[in-house]
């Protein structure tokens, strides 16, 4: 089993910036990929960036390409997103996910085995 657990969540202007973290613990040596995804209340989770162990190689969604940049710690077992340049309609709850395998698309949350509870954000404009 993977634990992960997410911080950093809160409050900011449009324009500003927030940095979150999600910290594994567990099986860590059996993740192959560690994404973050979103979800804004009546909408569907939506994929925001991807980090694939093997090589350290990201992905971002069109929508945040750009703002925010994803980066790992091996040493923590820690994945960070720097969300810079907010926006309003980037509010949401973020998650970060892993997954074991690399046999469905990344951006797909049926892919990830494991989830963490969540941390708001929210962009005021």
């Known amino acids: 089993q993977v634990q992960l657990v997410e911080s950093g969540g809160g409050l900011v202007q449009a324009g500003g910036s927030l940095r979150l973290a999600c910290a594994a613990s567990?099986?860590?040596?059996?993740?192959?990929?560690t994404s973050w995804f979103r979800q804004a209340p009546g909408k569907e989770r939506e994929f925001v960036s991807v980090?694939?162990?093997?090589?350290?190689?990201?992905s971002y969604a069109d929508s945040v390409k750009g703002r925010f940049t994803m980066a790992r710690d091996n040493a923590k077992n820690t994945v960070y997103l720097q969300m810079n340049s907010l926006k309003p309609e980037d509010t949401a709850v973020y998650y970060c996910?892993?997954?074991?395998?690399?046999?469905?698309?990344?951006?797909?949350?049926?892919?990830?085995?494991?989830w963490g509870q969540g941390t708001q954000v929210t962009v005021s404009s």
């Open positions: 567990g099986r860590t040596f059996s993740i192959y990929r």
């Open positions: 980090i694939r162990w093997s090589d350290g190689s990201i």
């Open positions: 996910a892993a997954d074991r395998t690399p046999y469905m698309s990344n951006t797909d949350p049926r892919a990830y085995d494991y």
